[in-house]
Structures are given as C-alpha cells and as structure tokens.
C-alpha cells in the first residue's frame, strides 16, 4: 500500500478520513488510486485536491456518507451511489444487533483493502448487479446460533467463508479477533487473517475468469495439478489424514496441499499479500524501490529479505512471525506463474 499526500504536505495513510494537519476532509478515489483532500463544493459534492484528479468532482459513497463505514469517492457522472468497493455487496450483517456494526466495519476496510490490491493489478472488478454472468459479489454473514440444532436441514445456520460462482461469503465472526484465533488453532494454520480470507477468495473467483478455459490452463495443470480431481473427496482426505509429509517443499501452506484449486488460491493470496507488503516498505523506506519491480526474480529477493527482517522484529516485540511462510523452489515457480497470468490476462467481463 502506497502512503499519500495531503494538500497541506502532510502525509495521509489509506484508511485516514480526515488530516490531522490542516483538518480538510479525505476520501479515496478509485479511479486514480489515490487517498486526496476534499473541498466542498455545492449540492453535497466535493472537488478533489490530489494532482491525478485533475480538478474533478466527486460525492462520497453513501456508506461514507450515511454509515462512516467507508472512506471512497464516487465521480459525479456515476450515478451510483456506493463506491466500486461497495457496490459488490450484496448482504451485510443486521447493523441492529449488538456487535455486528464494529465487525462490519472491520470486514469493509478489509475488502477495500482487496479491491486497491486487484485494481493495482489492473484486474477488473465488477459488480455482479451490473454482471451477473462474470461479477463479483460479496455476502458478509453471520451464523445464527439459535438454528444450529436445526444445522443438518437449515443451511446458512453456520456460515462457511468461500466462494460460488461470483458469490465470496465471509462469515462476520473472521472479524472477532478470538474467534478467528481460535479457528486458526483448531485448522492448525500457521496464518489466519481477515484480509487473507478475501485475497484467498477472491483467487478462486480470477481461477474460473483467467484460468479456466483460457490459454495459460495447461501450465496451471502442470504447477498446480490437474484440478478434475474430485473436489470434495480431496477437502475430506485433508480433514481426516491431514497434509503429506514434507509439504513443504511444494506448497506455499498445508491447506494447498488440498486440492488443485486451493493451491491456486493460495498462491494468490500470497502474491497479494508480498506485493502489497512491498509497496508499504518502499513507500516507507523499509525497501529499495527495485521491490517493486516487475521482474518477479527480484521482488521475490526482496521480499525474502523484508519477511525476515519483519519476522526478527516482531520477535523483539514478543509477537508471533507475521510472515512463517518457506518460499520453495516449486512455490516461487507458482507465483511467478500467477503473476505472469494476472498481467498478460485479456479478461474483460
Ligand atoms: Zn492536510
Ligand atoms: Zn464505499
Ligand atoms: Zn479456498
């Protein structure tokens, strides 16, 4: 993630919705990628101070404006309402029950967070109420404790995080900080994060708009596996015998060594974490510019080097690696080959 720069001078960071310096109101704009102060202009409109705006005008989301559940801009000519982020969604919690407006909030910066990381890429991001073929659309859930006895016959009383032909649904308690631990203890995951949960997901939602079907298919096979293999007999042979010995010499994490598809989506979701990882140390002054760059051979060089220097200081700091990953020969060749696919991908909805 890129740092930004208020009017003022002052430097403004992605999720800020105010400067703390000249106290001029912020919101980002997604068409130009850039966090910019705002001027209020008539009919509830702002014009946009950030250079790449040009001078243009925009209003704020209606969850900005309405809910503080956002900082993004829409243009004026889009008669949209909500931003590009929040027009994905298709169900939120019940904002009356106690609790559930906090981890909502939590959920919509970390989706935010996904869609600055795939328009980085240039990845389209569509809505599936505009797209409802090849749209993306996101149903944040929560499980309903008083239809658990029913669980068997009432599908949707425990909410399982994963994706469905456009559909991410992540279930709000990935949200509540104790629970997702103790669900990462119980899964026996070296990492569970919110942001993981939508960058894993969101790789199976560009696995069937950039791999299925398309040119770089038989390459995918050939790193990750022939994905025809039964899915839910290979999720149940992980659960019950768990991950082959020396996994990790092949996969990123145990749970790619699940099944073709997981791997993919696991190797995404670590290309977008080390990339947008990058971009932080080099806004920051943590890393070279080179980290940045397009050949994958040095970011990855650089990237080994930031983890362990992000690892030993979380070690000072008496907190667990942020980054316990080995990057194995096979897995750099498999991200390498994600990368390559999401920037030579002719995919348009
Ligand atoms: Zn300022
Ligand atoms: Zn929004
Ligand atoms: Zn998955």
């Known amino acids: 993630m890129k740092t930004f720069r208020c009017t003022c001078g002052n ?6 919705t105010q400067c703390v310096q000249c106290g001029r109101k912020l919101g980002f704009l997604p068409d130009v990628l850039t966090l910019s102060a705002l001027e209020p202009a008539d009919q509830g409109q702002y014009l946009a101070l950030a250079p790449e705006a040009d001078g243009r005008h925009y209003k704020a989301c209606l969850n900005y404006s309405a809910q503080d559940a956002c900082n993004w801009m829409v243009p004026v ?8 982020a929040c027009r994905l969604n298709q169900v939120i919690p019940n904002l009356e029950k106690p609790g559930n407006r906090a981890l909502w909030i ?7 967070r996904l869609v600055y990381d795939l328009r980085r890429y240039r990845l389209p ?3 599936q109420s505009s797209h409802p073929d090849t749209g993306l659309a996101f149903a944040f859930l929560e499980d309903n404790p008083g239809d658990l ?16 032909n456009g ?5 709000i308690a990935e949200a509540d900080d104790v629970e997702r631990e103790r669900m990462r203890l119980q899964m026996n995951e070296q990492q569970r994060t919110l942001l993981g949960h939508f960058r894993h997901e969101s790789g199976h939602y560009y696995w069937d708009r950039l791999v299925a079907n398309g040119p770089f298919l038989a390459r995918v096979r050939d790193l990750f596996g022939d994905e025809r293999q039964d899915y839910t007999q290979a ?4 659960y019950n015998n768990g991950p082959p010995a020396n996994w990790q010499n092949t996969h990123v994490s145990a749970y790619a060594s699940s099944h073709p598809w997981e791997d993919w989506a696991e190797c995404w979701a670590h290309l977008l974490q080390i990339t947008d990882t990058l971009e932080t140390a080099v806004a920051i002054g943590l890393a070279p510019p080179e980290a940045m760059d397009s050949d994958m051979d040095k970011r990855i060089a650089q990237w080994v080097k930031l983890a362990l220097k992000i690892n030993l200081i979380n070690r000072s700091l008496d907190q667990p690696d942020p980054y ?4 194995s020969p096979p897995v750099v060749d498999k991200l390498k080959l994600v990368d390559e696919i999401i920037r030579h991908s002719g995919f348009t909805p």
């Open 324 to 327: 316990p990953f080995v990057l």
């Open 125 to 127: 991001v569509f809505p």
């Open 77 to 84: 000519d889009d008669p949209e309402p909500y931003c590009i």
């Open 106 to 112: 939590r959920v919509e910066q970390r989706k935010r």
């Open 11 to 16: 430097t403004l960071y992605f999720e800020n």
């Open 235 to 238: 999720l149940n042979n992980y």
């Open 167 to 171: 559909l991410i649904t992540i279930n």
């Open 149 to 164: 006895e029913f669980a068997d016959s009432h599908q949707g009383s425990q909410i399982m995080t994963g994706h469905a």
